[in-house]
């Protein structure tokens, strides 16, 4: 039997570990994707604007993980739901109406006729 090459085993065993890493990483990104959508939301607050325009859901999300809580709110007009409020480190919402189409999310004015949104990965504050 014939012995490989001191360069075709070097090369073999870094295929190897390529492949090990490629597969390590594979799950780290299954998981993280697992994780995203196996978080449970549970619902805490709704709220209608002044004419009824507008209905805000709000909801806690527990990823089930070592991450903090996070709320959520979605805004629905005429059928049609968008994310609009996204804030991390947070468990509970206070909604305030100023005009029909401006409210007040735990401090955070949003004007939803400018589809204004707030998201805690885009906050450069």
Known sequence: MKLLSNRTQRCAFTIVICLVFCFLCLFACVQEIERYYNSE??????????????LLTAYRVDTNATVDFSVKVYAAKNWERKLIYNAYHESEVRIEWIEEDVVSINGRILDLSRNQTYDWRLDRD
């Open 41 to 54: 939301e549970s619902l805490i607050a709704t709220s209608y604007s002044p004419e009824k325009t507008y």
